[in-house]
């Protein structure tokens, strides 16, 4: 393995996404046209390898019944680390029906998965098939997504989908412990930068108790 590889490997680990302009940050002093030259030959080489435009990683070889098999890369890890979070930095969350579905409000498994990012300057997005689903689409945040606003933000999201008084006494109780685990001020400070019609629903989920 080359020393190019190496410095990649050591940074970034195998069998991880890692993205040309990480690539490009690790080596600062090369020109693009030589670093795509680096980039290309140990791509030739088998040494890394490319899931997506712009994507690459190390291959990860695991044993297998006795047999050394490469282990593909994993495209929900690719999502994870380009729109919601890495390294202990967060910049986005899962939104729409499978964040309905991870919180316990909603039975459906989604076919198509919506991501709200700090990482998107378009209102809306779609980015087609990937991991599984039938479609990815990212949003623009209307507020910066970090560690200390994100269950706030999940909470105002459920809030504002979530048919409330028509929820079942399980889906209920889930929005409710969703609701008690986080911060009431915060939420109001991010309402700000919502439309009315989203305020008008977190004023009804406290009538109705979610946040009692």
Do not use: W
């Amino acid at each position: 393995m080359n020393g190019f590889v190496n410095i990649l490997e050591e940074k970034f680990g195998s069998g991880t996404p890692i993205f040309t302009e990480e690539i490009a940050a690790t080596f600062p002093a090369i020109s693009e046209v030589a670093l795509f030259k680096r980039i290309n030959k140990a791509l030739s080489s088998g040494t890394i390898k490319r899931s997506t435009r712009g994507v690459y990683h190390i291959p990860k070889m695991v044993n297998v019944l006795g047999t050394m098999r490469e282990m593909p890369l994993d495209q929900m890890a690719v999502l994870k680390k380009r729109y919601l979070s890495s390294d202990g930095d967060v910049y986005g969350y899962y939104s729409g029906l499978k964040l309905e579905n991870d919180a316990g409000i909603s039975p459906q498994v989604p076919g198509a998965i919506e991501i709200v990012t700090n990482r998107e300057s378009s209102r809306k997005r779609s980015i087609g098939p990937c991991a599984g689903y039938k479609d990815v689409v990212v949003r623009r945040s209307r507020i910066p997504v970090t560690k200390d606003n994100v269950e706030e933000l999940r909470v105002i999201d459920l809030i504002s989908c979530a048919p409330i008084a028509a929820l079942e006494d399980y889906q209920f109780q889930a929005l409710r412990n969703k609701a008690k685990a986080v911060d009431r001020t915060k939420i109001l400070e991010c309402l700000d930068v919502y439309p009315a019609s989203v305020t008008k629903k977190f004023l009804e989920s406290e009538r109705l108790g979610v946040f009692a």
